[in-house]
């Protein structure tokens, strides 16, 4: 089974270029391509992607607007999306986060980089290009209402709690095994634990819930060495 693809950008070379790196990968396909964010919408419900990878800044419909709108749809349910732009303005990280994007990278990261992010995507994955993960997420928790923390984490071992403050921490699933002295597997088991255990969706939302919970402070991104 191979990964459906759509691709959301008012740049026509950009598009190309993307179809070009995606589609050199045996398991990707791009199924269609958008010009704007209401093409988007209507691509995506047509053809019923795995994956969205929309730009921000576009004509008629901005992909914010579209994000919503395609996460919010029950028939897409099925659906992520992947905001891929050249902007790494905080309000716009924000922005395509409450919006229900899965994930958000920069233009400039390598194809490598980009296929691995469209991959985890997929799978059911969240992620934040590592250059903005941790300023980011910890501003946006600060953000947040002050008010008594709303998530339990009762249920967590203290295992999976160490694993959780690693990835609010920014962390990678190897970084965490290094640094915990686990397996990665191990640490993949705990983290899809701790997803389950929290109805979390993906890392993202675990890296969120982390902050609100009060397990990791903004600022303090990485753990002593």
């Not at 819930?209 to 397990?215: I, M, P």
Request: hydrophobic share 45%; net charge negative; with cysteine.
């Amino acid at each position: 089974m191979k990964i459906r693809v759509l691709l959301a950008d008012d740049q026509v070379l950009i598009r190309r270029g993307l179809r070009l790196v995606l589609e050199s990968e045996p398991d990707l396909i791009v199924v269609a391509e958008a010009g704007d964010g209401l093409e988007a919408i209507a691509a995506a419900e047509q053809h019923r992607p795995d994956v969205v990878l929309m730009d921000i800044r576009m004509p008629h419909m901005d992909g914010i607007d579209a994000t919503r709108r395609i996460c919010a749809s029950p028939a897409l349910g099925s659906t992520s999306v992947l905001v891929l732009t050249t902007y790494d303005a905080d309000e716009y990280v924000f922005a395509a986060l409450r919006s229900g994007a899965c994930g958000f990278v920069l233009k400039h990261i390598s194809p490598e980089e980009l296929v691995a992010a469209v991959r985890t995507t997929a799978a059911g994955g969240g992620l934040i290009a590592p250059a903005l993960t941790r300023k980011l997420i910890a501003e946006f928790a600060q953000m947040q209402p002050s008010a008594p923390p709303a998530t339990s984490l009762q249920g967590l071992t203290p295992r999976e709690l160490e694993v959780l403050e690693a990835v609010g921490r920014g962390m990678t699933n190897s970084e965490i095994a290094d640094y915990l002295f686990l397996g990665e597997a191990t640490v993949k088991t705990h983290l899809s634990h701790i997803l389950a255990k929290l109805d979390l969706r993906d890392r993202v939302q675990a890296v969120i819930c982390a902050y609100e919970a009060g397990l990791v402070a903004p600022g303090s991104w990485r753990p002593e060495s």
